[in-house]
């Protein structure tokens, strides 16, 4: 999550957002004390306390992370850890976001 929130210090705006959502039975408060805990500071809170987003999403491991291009098309899927703010996946992030309208 502090990976993610660092990506959305550094990316986020109009044209890319995270959407960091939440399968926490305790809802948005036990998100809220996780941030605290992490230092996430720039993430919104969106909890799925049902479980039926993950289904429909097909996910099969947590964490999962989909990228969705604006036309909310899955463009890209991990399940796992990643370092979403690294080099890499920085460079990877800007140059899809160059290469598309809007």
């Known amino acids: 999550m502090p990976a993610l929130d660092?990506?959305?210090?550094?990316l986020g705006g109009p044209r890319f957002q995270v959407v960091p959502l939440s399968i926490e039975r305790d809802g948005a408060v036990a998100v809220q004390s996780f941030y605290e805990e992490t230092g996430v500071r720039t993430l919104g809170v969106y909890v799925d306390s049902s479980g039926q987003?993950?289904?429909?999403?097909?996910?099969?491991?947590i964490p999962t992370t989909l990228l969705i291009d604006a036309e909310g098309r899955e463009i890209g899927r991990v399940t796992g850890p990643a370092e979403w703010d690294s080099p890499a996946a920085?460079?990877?992030?800007?140059?899809?976001?160059?290469?598309t309208p809007g």
Do not use: F, K, T
């Open 90 to 99: 920085l460079v990877v992030i800007r140059e899809y976001l160059a290469r």
């Open 53 to 61: 987003a993950a289904s429909a999403l097909g996910v099969v491991g």
């Open 6 to 10: 660092r990506l959305q210090q550094r």
